[in-house]
């Protein structure tokens, strides 16, 4: 992602998945205006001074989460997201931080929901209708109501 408008849409309408190694906000993929339609996965990586004060400590830690990302053997699904992790992904060893990696990534859903005033069609947390019971046209009502004929 390149543009703070990128960033605050993920944060506005994304869904957040926790792991004491590392924090992802993620929601669904959708092409830039003009851009050709190319499903992938669209991750920045920001590591606030809060979370890790010396520059030295904030670029190692995104260095191995961009190379644990780069070599995931199941690939990334297409999303946008913010990932940030926490001062533990500086001293796990490496594979662990690709299985938690893996296991954060196994938990986006296919079509993230949108959170709160995101998107068209009024209230995302509205009840959708539910259709009135109708009995398919081909089933028989029950037989003892009727002229004795078995279906």
Known sequence: MKTERE???VRQQGVMLRDPLL???????R??????????????????????????????ARRRVREALRTLPGGLPP?????????????????ELQAVLTRVLAQVPGRVK????????GNP??????PAAVPPADH????????????
């Open 23 to 29: 924090t992802l906000r993620v929601t669904d993929y």
């Open 125 to 130: 947390r509205a009840p959708s209708p539910v």
């Open 79 to 95: 999303c946008r997201a913010i990932l940030m992790p926490n001062p533990g992904v500086l001293s796990v060893p490496f594979p």
């Open 7 to 9: 960033f605050r849409r």
């Open 31 to 60: 092409p830039r205006h003009g851009e050709a339609w190319r499903p992938r996965a669209i991750i920045g990586i920001v590591v606030p001074k809060k979370t890790l004060r010396r520059a030295v400590d904030r670029n190692r």
């Open 140 to 151: 028989a009502p029950d037989s003892a109501t009727t002229s004795g004929k078995t279906p």
């Open 114 to 121: 949108r959170g709160k005033g995101g998107g068209k069609g």
